[in-house]
């Protein structure tokens, strides 16, 4: 495959995993590199390619991957109750932030 940009050949650089905090998500990756300008390409080792001929079909039986949905602890739930601001609260805070920034950018 040419590099999109320079046109020049990727060559397989490394194996390597990405991991994540849910264990289904941990996926093994081809790292290619490009011979001219250094671009990056990173390929799914494990997903199968589409077929060229039509006729054949792969099966769809296979079981679908669980989502992972992150749970709040009781201490995460005392600190958002801690921090909770109403609407006003939180446009005040909003301006603030914006007049800070802008004094930080002006003194620069």
Known sequence: MPCPDCGGKFRWKSHDKVMSDDPSHKIEVNIFLCENCGNVLVIDKN???????????FSTNGTKPQIFIPKITEDEKKIYDKHKMSDNELKKYMKDIKKHTKKIYNAL
């Open 47 to 57: 997903k199968r390619p589409k077929p060229r001929n039509k006729g054949l079909r």
